[in-house]
């Protein structure tokens, strides 16, 4: 390894450790008012939280509630945390290990501000890496979702990985390096299952933009990239596929996600472009968790065709709600309801619209030097392709955060080079010069 290779790593080992200490401190020292004597009492985290301690006691995934066949969620979450619930289950038996969890995805959570940096120096070399890790440690976007059981936190950190991956493959088009890229991909995907939007929007473009091959080795390549992510997913699917009465893929959950988007609450007045549980107190034929979300899902896309007038209004509410320029007073109220902290939701806020001007013109730079940016704005496509087809909440912006730090790290970059280096001084350059894109 070079001096300049051993610089780096020293440098952002340490602020990656210092990210840990922050996001430990924020779990230990914030009180959530969701947690009462140690439990959960509502929120997404209740599944996450419950379910990892079920299959910790080896209950598999069944529901932790009556003991039937349950896909509720992509299965990433709740698998990451058995090992945490294990451990904690023989020094507290039947306790919730809620704060072990919690700290377990503080863990996670720096090891998001290392993919960021290692991103960073992928395209901007040594000193965009330390700025990016530096700002993605306290980003509060970021560490708001790292105190919490969810799927944010896990999702970032595959996000992360397939951009790096991306920027690989982008320099390096083989087989293998699709193959490692699709993987991630997958990963994503059993985090959250939109993120297979990665495969089109992300990989497909920057196999496209490959010099050198023929159209249709550039398609192989993608198909190679697919091929990983569906072995990856695949125990899942397989799994999904057998154990329900009627076909599942990712989750049973997707027809209530469906149905309580599309409906009166959310597409008239202060709650259009959210979401809301009145549609799980519909009636619902007889049968397991797949019947109930089929009837739901049913439920919504005819509440779909026969409000299609307001759509338009309900997609741009959507909109505005996930990139918090629409209701950010009303988001910040909603995120309490999910674990997080008013203050936390507004400095969130305050802080994202800081970068947003940063990351805009760190994406010029970037074209301006000839290094491909479609790795990272393929995040903001995919993020509003989410909002527009399920719901705006400001939790599903996470692929994009990724994105938003790294360009502006670029930004914070050229600034600093521009007041503390001669005229003459060249820029931080990537790491290796990679395939160029066409402009």
């Known amino acids: 390894m070079s001096d300049d290779r051993r610089r780096f790593w020293r440098v952002l080992l340490v602020i990656v450790g210092l990210a840990l200490a922050f996001r430990v401190g924020y779990v230990l020292v914030v009180n959530d008012d969701l947690v009462k004597d140690g439990h959960l009492t509502g929120g997404d985290q209740l599944y996450y939280n419950a379910q990892a301690n079920w299959i910790a006691q080896g209950h598999g995934f069944t529901d932790f509630r009556d003991g039937t066949q349950t896909a509720e969620h992509p299965p990433l979450t709740a698998l990451v945390l058995v090992p945490t619930s294990w451990v904690a289950e023989q020094f507290d038996p039947g306790g919730t290990h809620l704060l072990a969890q919690r700290l377990t995805m503080a863990v996670f959570g720096a090891g998001v501000v290392l993919l960021i940096g290692m991103v960073g120096r992928s395209v901007g070399g040594n000193r965009v890496g330390w700025i990016a890790a530096a700002v993605a440690a306290v980003y509060a976007n970021l560490f708001v979702n790292d105190g919490l059981v969810m799927s944010e936190t896990l999702a970032t950190l595959a996000v992360a990985l397939a951009i790096l991956l991306a920027y690989r493959f982008g320099r390096k088009p083989t087989w293998s390096n699709a193959a490692w890229l699709g993987a991630a991909c997958g990963l994503a995907?059993?985090?959250?299952?939109?993120?297979?939007?990665?495969?089109?929007?992300?990989?497909?473009?920057?196999?496209?933009?490959?010099?050198?091959?023929?159209?249709?080795?550039?398609?192989?390549?993608?198909?190679?990239?697919?091929?990983?992510?569906?072995?990856?997913?695949?125990?899942?699917?397989?799994?999904?596929?057998?154990?329900f009465d009627q076909p599942v893929l990712f989750s049973t959950n997707d027809g209530l996600t469906l149905c309580g988007a599309n409906m009166e609450r959310t597409y008239y007045g202060s709650g259009t472009g959210l979401w809301?549980?009145?549609?799980?107190?519909?009636?619902?034929?007889?049968?397991?968790?797949?019947?109930?979300?089929?009837a739901l899902r049913k439920?919504?896309?005819?509440?779909?065709?026969?409000?299609?007038?307001?759509?338009?209004?309900?997609?741009?509410?959507?909109?505005?709600?996930?990139?918090?320029?629409?209701?950010?007073?009303?988001?910040?109220?909603?995120?309490?309801?999910?674990g997080r902290p008013v203050w936390a939701s507004w400095l969130a806020f305050a802080s994202f619209w800081v970068l947003v001007p940063f990351a805009v013109w760190g994406g010029v730079l970037l074209r301006r030097r000839k290094v491909?940016?479609?790795?990272?704005?393929?995040?903001?496509?995919?993020?509003?392709?989410?909002?527009?087809?399920?719901?705006?909440?400001?939790?599903?912006?996470?692929?994009?955060?990724?994105?938003?730090?790294?360009?502006?790290?670029?930004?914070?970059?050229?600034?600093?080079?521009?007041?503390?280096?001669?005229?003459?001084?060249?820029?931080?350059?990537p790491v290796s010069e990679p395939v160029t894109e066409p402009v």
């Not at 809301?276 to 089929?294: F, I």
């Not at 007038?309 to 910040?332: D, T």
Request: hydrophobic fraction near 55%; glycine fraction near 4%.
């Open 189 to 243: 995907m059993l985090a959250r299952a939109e993120l297979g939007l990665l495969l089109p929007v992300m990989v497909l473009p920057v196999a496209l933009f490959v010099r050198d091959f023929t159209v249709g080795k550039r398609l192989l390549l993608v198909l190679m990239a697919c091929s990983a992510a569906f072995l990856v997913t695949s125990p899942w699917l397989v799994a999904n596929v057998t154990r």
């Open 276 to 294: 809301a549980l009145d549609c799980a107190m519909y009636p619902v034929p007889k049968g397991d968790r797949s019947v109930t979300s089929n």
């Open 299 to 338: 439920d919504g896309l005819r509440y779909i065709r026969d409000h299609l007038g307001r759509v338009p209004v309900v997609v741009a509410a959507r909109i505005g709600r996930v990139w918090s320029i629409y209701a950010p007073g009303q988001m910040a109220d909603y995120n309490r309801n999910e």
């Open 372 to 429: 491909p940016i479609t790795p990272l704005v393929a995040q903001f496509v995919i993020v509003t392709i989410t909002a527009a087809a399920i719901y705006g909440l400001v939790r599903f912006r996470v692929p994009a955060e990724v994105s938003l730090v790294v360009l502006a790290a670029v930004a914070f970059d050229h600034l600093w080079s521009r007041r503390n280096a001669p005229a003459t001084a060249p820029v931080s350059a």
